[in-house]
């Protein structure tokens, strides 16, 4: 039997209609979310890659006034991601990390969300050459060239680690003792823990004010947005692991 799957976590749009026991919504009201809540054990069969959209209310949040709807579509994910995951490692004020792919979706947020969110002391980032400008950009206090230079060789070490790359037998021996290491990407090498998002629309809430005072900017690849006809490019190009920040599939204008 043929089953229609609709790919798609995030969306960004305009409320079209409402079930008669949603509270927080009206029809009208510009919304942003992922519509996933459990991915892992509770996948959708009908994604967000379509012009329209069912999703239960508690996983959105009004769309923050100051972002178009292509920057909010690019955020939920990676944004609900980083927060819940740095929760995860009890992160907070005075404490420092070393973010793994500090230019990619979720690791362009982590810096972002360390500093003017949870007050780290230090924040470091790996990237290529040609990123390391963007890391600064967005907070980091030490960019480094995974091309020419070993994290985990630097005398340093961090109180977490946040691995969003899939290296976390490297990371794991670039934690201090008693320290945390986090990994969103292939198997955690102990005691480094996977970290499977449940997604929330309180997060988002929580987080719209960081982002209406651009303390928190979503990050869009130059290459990064694409019309629904060129969907396989877009999954094509993400598929290079180049891509800096996020794409974002964009039916509305």
């Not at 994910?77 to 927060?83: D, M, Q, R, V």
């Not at 929760?87 to 500093?115: D, H, N, W, Y």
């Amino acid at each position: 039997m043929f089953i229609k799957i609709v790919p798609g976590y995030d969306v960004a749009g305009v409320v079209v209609k409402i079930g008669d026991q949603v509270k927080k919504f009206k029809v009208g009201d510009e919304v942003y979310g992922d519509i996933i809540e459990k991915a892992v054990d509770h996948p959708k069969q009908h994604g967000t890659l379509a012009e329209y959209t069912a999703v239960e209310e508690r996983l959105l949040a009004l769309k923050p006034k100051n972002l178009s709807f292509v920057e909010a579509a690019s955020l939920p994910l990676a944004i609900e991601t980083a927060y819940e995951g740095l929760e995860r490692t009890g992160f907070s004020p005075g404490k420092s990390i070393l973010v793994l792919g500090g230019a990619g979706g979720v690791g362009s947020l982590l810096i972002q969300l360390a500093k003017e969110v949870f007050g780290a002391s230090r924040v470091a980032a790996t990237s290529s050459t040609g990123k390391l400008d963007l890391l600064k950009s967005l907070g980091a206090d030490l960019a480094i060239d995974y091309t020419k230079e070993n994290f985990e060789d630097l005398q340093e070490k961090f109180d977490v680690v946040y691995d969003t790359v899939g290296q976390s037998e490297r990371a794991v021996r670039a934690v201090k003792e008693g320290g945390s290491v986090l990994t969103i990407a292939g198997a955690a090498t102990p005691p480094a823990v996977r970290f499977i998002l449940t997604s929330a629309g309180s997060v988002l809430e929580k987080l719209n004010p960081f982002l209406e005072s651009q303390k928190i900017k979503p990050l869009i690849d130059p290459k990064g947005t694409f019309p629904f006809s060129k969907v396989l490019e877009a999954f094509s190009y993400l598929q290079t692991g180049r891509v800096t920040g996020k794409i974002v599939i964009h039916p509305i204008p």
